[in-house]
């Protein structure tokens, strides 16, 4: 695998302060060949006015303009802010758009409590387009009965049936004093998004000694299939472990899957793509030192990683003042040197001819930009 070109999706530098720091990257590439980059950005990560811009490209991802689109942030009268945006094609012409709304009605508050440990109050909410993204419905919220502390995570998966998954994690809210619980899960609609079932569980521990984080999904190489890729936290050992990988179908009562199992891929969040011959890759960011993105590649379907076969795509240079490594974590501080980190979210999607698109944010910690590279997957 080589990396051919890179550049930018979004210039930070160029932005007035209240549109200097994106984060929370996402892709998607229409039927057309057309590709939308979707992006926070607001005057630091998960600030009180955070919203979602959209940036696209009709040439391959080799130049990028900014879509006209602005989405409204107030909520049934409550101030809030938006986290990212996720976009999906049901069918040629239509989008659907699915993001998380943070509750900002007292903007003294942050995401995360450091007492409790639980985040703001969120919404997941749903838009339509019929233009090409150019106009927007207004939000309708998508219920997801019993859960709490709620935020998507990641791309929409679509199968060739027209099933549309929305992957989404729980945890607790602001003000609960009970202890956290974490889980990864999905949502499906079998109508283009009109409607959608009950929570459908991906990933949890059962005696919630590990955390998976930021689940990033994909189609698998069957029909049904569902692969997932986690950042995986261990709370007793105060750690974080290598990503953690589960192979999953879809069935008519819902989810089956292999056990979740450790990949030796060392790093937080890992975006997998399954490629035509039928190779895996996932697009990883690692903290550990040096601080690196690097694309992974495994050919038995997820079960190794070979370290030879990986591609450094960026190496950074941080320079936020952040307190924690990746061992010996307090919890509390871990969750605020998030908000400090000046790269990450990787996203992937496939091009033609074995290329495929990445993306991810960079910068320093008050100018954040949105980059992109195109790699030729092909082996040698």
Known sequence: MQVEDRGLIYDAT???????????????????????????????????????????????GQTWGEMPARFETEIDGVPGSMSSGEIVEPAPGELLLYSTWFDRSDPERPLFDLET???????????????????????HELPVPNLSGCSSTGPIIQWPDGRLGLPFESYKEFDDPSPARHGAWI???????????????????????????????????????????????????????????????LT???????????????????????????????????????????????????????RDKSLLVYEHQEQA???QGTTDVDYAEYWEDMGKWSFGH???RPLDNGRVLLAFYAGVPDCLSVHWARVDTSEA
């Open 187 to 249: 949502i499906l609609s079998a109508d283009g998004g009109e409607t959608f079932g009950d929570p459908l569980l991906v990933a949890q521990h059962p005696e919630h000694r590990l955390y998976y984080w930021d689940q990033r999904l994909c189609r698998g190489p069957g029909d049904a299939d569902l692969l997932g890729m986690f950042w995986t936290h261990d709370l007793a050992a105060q750690k974080d472990r290598p990503v953690h990988f589960r192979r999953l179908s």
């Open 14 to 60: 160029t932005r007035p302060p209240n549109e200097r720091v994106a984060s929370f990257v996402s892709l998607c590439r229409l039927s057309s060949g057309s590709l939308f980059c979707g992006f926070q950005v607001g005057p630091a990560k998960h600030a009180v006015t955070s919203t979602i811009r959209f940036c696209r490209s009709d040439d391959g």
């Open 346 to 348: 990787p996203a992937i």
């Open 117 to 139: 440990e639980g985040i703001l109050h969120s919404k997941q909410l749903l838009a339509r387009s019929d233009d090409d993204g150019v106009t927007w419905s207004a939000w």
């Open 252 to 306: 008519s009562d819902g989810l089956t899957g292999e056990p979740i199992h450790d990949t030796d891929i060392p790093g937080q969040i890992a975006a997998p793509l399954q490629l035509g011959d039928g190779r895996l890759v996932a697009f990883v960011v690692d903290r550990n030192g040096p601080m690196t993105m690097k694309l992974w590649q495994s050919a038995d379907g997820g079960r190794t990683w070979p």
């Open 321 to 323: 003042a952040l307190t």
